[in-house]
Structures are given as C-alpha cells and as structure tokens.
C-alpha cells in the first residue's frame, strides 16, 4: 500500500500550490543526501517527497490523483508517478531552490559515495500521437536544440577541491569538532573546471546545437506519460555525463474510436430494417477499416468483439479488443403504407419479445467485459 501523497509532504488535500511548494522544499532540506551521507531511511524519504511533488505540483496529474488515488498512476509500467531516479529528482531542483542546489552545472548523477559525476540538465517535449500511433507503436524523429560540449574545449581539475567535488569543513561545536561534506563553490561539485574556452561556448564550454533525435515510442502509451531518452539532455561540462531527453506524451481524439484501457469502443448505427434482414458493415478500425456482418434478427445493444483488433498492451500482454456496440434505430417518422404495417403486426407472433439465454442482459455484458 503507498502512502498518501499530501501524509508524505504533510498538507491538507486543499493545499495551495504555493503551500505544496514550500512544504517539499522543507521536506528536501530535511532529507537531502548531503545531509544524510549514508542514511537510506533519510533517501527512500527523500525520494517519496520528491514523487509526492512531482504529482502534486503537475495540475493534470494532481487531478487523476485526486480523483483515483495511487490507481491514477497503476499498470504504467516505467512511467507516471513511482519511477523518479536521484537524477530526476536533482534535474527538478531547478524550479525549486534556484540555483542553490546542483550547482551551476545541473544535478549529479550517480548518488551516494565515491566520486560524484556531474549530469547535465534534462531537455523536456511533448509529442501528440494519433491512435493509430498508440495502437502499434511508432518511431518518432524530433528536432532537439541540445548543448553540447563545444569543440576544442578542454578542463583542468579544480584546485579548490583538487577534482573531488567537495570540500570538508571543520567547525568547533559544544560537542567537538565535527566534519562536515560541502559541495565545491569553485566547480559546483564537477571537481573540473574550464580551461580553454572556445569563443562560441558559453561559461560551461558548451554550445547549442540542433540535433534530431528518433524516439522509440511503443504501442499502448497513453496520454499524461512519460518517456526518458537516455543521455538526449544537455551535455554535462567536463567529464559529467549528459542528461536525459523527457518526453511527454499528448494524444489526439480518434474520431470514431473510444479507448478504454486496451480496448477500443465503436457505436455502430443500423437501420431497422437491416437488424431483421441482416446486412454488411464498413466500420473503423485501427489501421483502417474492416468489415464485419450481422446476422439477421441481430438485437440493438448486442455488443460484437473483435479479438485483438485493440491497443496493444504497454506490458506486453497481447492485444485488447475492438468492441462494436450495435445500435438499431428506430423510425421517428413513418408514411401511411409503413404505419399500417407495423400497427398490423403489433400483436404479430414474430413481434413479441421473446429473450433467450444468449441475448444477455445489458449488466451480464458489462460483468463479461471486466471479467
Ligand atoms: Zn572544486
């Protein structure tokens, strides 16, 4: 069971936007690595405020929260909210404390212990995808305006911290002296610094340049995710690692297909006469349309599977289904040769409803469906 999101940051459900901020801020100096070398307690702590935040704060997000709770978020596989790493974390500092946390050169990669490399920051975009798209999949190329390391730059080890990102302090205190871990000012925790600028770099070395960049987008995402294309960010100065490229994911409306999960709804309209007589339809499909038949005497409400014709599971688990609900339409308006018809076959044998097992009824369908 995961713990509530405003128990983690310890506000009321109507917190302010501006009281979620501030609470997180409090909760990410309370339990910031630097503070806590060592304590995996003050880290899982740290990264459940960090994803409480990261739900909170996104209005999209905090409203599917709000309204489904964890579930929101379930069955998402590497995305949404319960995926964030330490870079991810680090990389959303930015909005939060400025630039008091990370440095002039971004986040850090890697955590805990040893030599810390420096990431740099992450690029954000969005990508609107069609369901046919979503169905199967697609490889997307997109423009990225990335930094890179310009070329002929070159850095030196900082002489501050002598390349190793940190200094120690010594402070006297009532109980001793204590020794203290602070990042480098000099090289804000990179443990490099520049030495040969080149004179279309900025003050880290680096420069913009415009790449594109293919992203894998696998079948069955959906709407408000997240994907991560590894080192596709910023450059990182020196020997830092290069951050990561996050991709959100927007979807356009289909026309005529209704998704839910991995199935997709169509409502199909058929006239009277075609429900007694039975006929052919075009209908749509993903990937194009199909041609499905109804036998005579079909029955308004029938719902007609089309196995695997849905959104391919995200997981991996096969394909959903295209559900077709058919809908017989029912003349408004009727001449005299046609009223007399049916007033003449109201109490006709064949007129008289006569439901058997297979016509389910309307919640015996709905219970199938989920089962
Ligand atoms: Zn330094």
Not at 79 to 94: K, L, P, V, Y
Not at 235 to 257: Q, R, S
Not at 289 to 311: A, C, D, F, T, Y
């Amino acid at each position: 069971m995961k713990e509530d999101y405003y128990e983690i940051l310890g506000i009321s459900k109507n917190a302010s936007a501006a009281e979620i901020k501030k609470a997180y801020r409090k909760k990410a100096l309370e339990f910031h690595p630097d503070k806590n070398p060592g304590d995996s307690k003050a880290e899982e702590m740290f990264k459940k405020s960090a994803e409480a935040y990261e739900v909170l704060s996104n209005p999209d997000k905090k409203a599917r929260y709000d309204q489904f709770g964890h579930a929101a978020f379930d069955g998402s596989g590497g995305f949404g909210g319960g995926s964030m790493n330490m870079d991810d974390i680090f990389s959303q500092f930015g909005d939060i404390f400025g630039s008091a946390f990370g440095g002039g050169f971004g986040g850090f990669g890697g955590g805990g212990g040893g030599q810390r490399r420096v990431k740099g920051s992450n690029l954000r975009i969005r990508v609107k995808l069609t369901l046919d798209e979503v169905a199967n999949g697609v490889e997307k190329k997109v423009k990225v305006r990335r930094k890179i390391q310009a070329s002929g730059v070159t850095y030196k080890t900082c002489g501050t911290c002598n390349g190793r990102g940190q200094v120690t302090k010594i402070t006297n205190t009532i109980l001793g002296r204590m020794q203290t871990a602070a990042t480098c000012s000099t090289c804000g925790g990179s443990g490099q610094i520049l030495d040969r600028k080149p004179s279309d770099a900025d003050a880290q070395g680096l420069k913009v340049s415009e790449e594109t960049v293919a992203i894998n987008i696998p079948a069955g995402v959906e709407e408000g995710m997240q994907l991560k294309v590894p080192g596709k960010g910023n450059d990182a100065p020196g020997n830092g690692i290069p951050g990561d490229l996050l991709v959100a994911i927007e979807t356009i409306d289909h026309a005529t297909l209704k998704r839910e999960g991995d199935n997709l709804h169509y409502d199909l309209y058929i006239s009277f006469s075609e429900a007694v007589l039975g006929t052919s339809k075009e209908i749509d499909a993903v990937g194009g349309k199909v041609r499905i038949k109804l036998e005579p005497g079909i029955q308004s409400g029938k719902i007609l599977r089309l196995r695997g014709k849905g959104i391919s599971s995200i997981n991996g688990y096969g394909n959903g289904d295209l559900l077709v609900h058919v809908n017989v339409w029912t003349p408004k308006e009727l001449n005299k040769e046609q009223r007399d018809f049916f007033e003449r076959m109201q109490n006709n044998e064949n007129f008289v409803p006569k439901p058997e097992k297979s016509d389910k009824s309307f919640f015996e369908k709905v219970k199938d469906m989920f089962s």
